[in-house]
């Protein structure tokens, strides 16, 4: 099967922890799809607003042993903002998990956002129609709280006080007045 001519450039790498780790080789519809719901929601959000979104592609200069390529990132210091990428710790990193990076999005790449100062940091599961929610406490990010989309078939079998009971939108920290409804992070996806 022929390679597509994307993917016959360079392989793609992140520097974790002072080491070159390669990063998955091409993303699946439903990460490229989630991707792009998460910068449309924060695009239009933020539009004219002092906070910048940065879809997929940018560099992150997070310190001089970590450099990552977010899946999603704000920022809201336009002094981080060069021409080649990010330098500092962005305000928001959202990671949608691959099965191949899915380890260091979890531990290495979490504990490294964490030490920088990253205030919220999402783990977005494709595959689970699910978003964990970590926030800092000053040393550390902790797991705020887990949001799935449930499937219709799932919802027509359950009560009417447990579909009442069902959370179908959540918030950034960063942005309250920002309702993020679940079924748009994981619009048109399979």
């Known amino acids: 099967m022929r390679e597509s001519l994307a993917y016959q450039e360079a392989r793609r790498e992140e520097w974790i922890d002072g080491k070159i780790v390669a990063m998955s080789p091409r993303p699946a519809f439903n990460h490229n ?3 792009y719901n998460i910068a449309r929601i924060f ?4 539009y004219g607003k002092k906070c910048t979104p940065i879809a997929y592609g940018m560099d992150l200069y997070l310190d001089d042993d970590n450099l990552f390529v977010p899946d999603f990132m704000v920022v809201c210091d336009p002094e981080k903002l060069k021409p080649d ?17 899915m380890r260091n999005d979890k531990t290495k790449k979490k504990d490294a956002y964490a030490r920088c100062g990253v205030r919220e940091y999402w783990l977005v599961s494709p595959e689970e129609k699910s978003v964990e929610i ?7 990010l902790i797991l705020h709280d887990i949001y799935a989309l449930h499937p219709d078939w799932q919802l027509a079998q359950m009560t009417h006080e447990e579909r009442a009971a069902v959370v179908t939108h959540f918030q950034c ?4 007045d920002l309702e993020i409804p679940l079924a748009d992070l994981f ?3 399979f």
Do not use: I, K
């Open 43 to 46: 695009g239009n959000y933020l």
């Open 187 to 189: 619009y048109r996806t």
């Open 134 to 140: 970590y926030r800092t406490n000053g040393a550390e």
């Open 33 to 35: 799809q989630v991707s």
């Open 85 to 101: 990428g990010v330098h500092g710790t962005p305000d928001l990193v959202v990671e949608v998990l691959s099965p191949s990076t």
């Open 173 to 176: 920290s960063l942005f309250p």
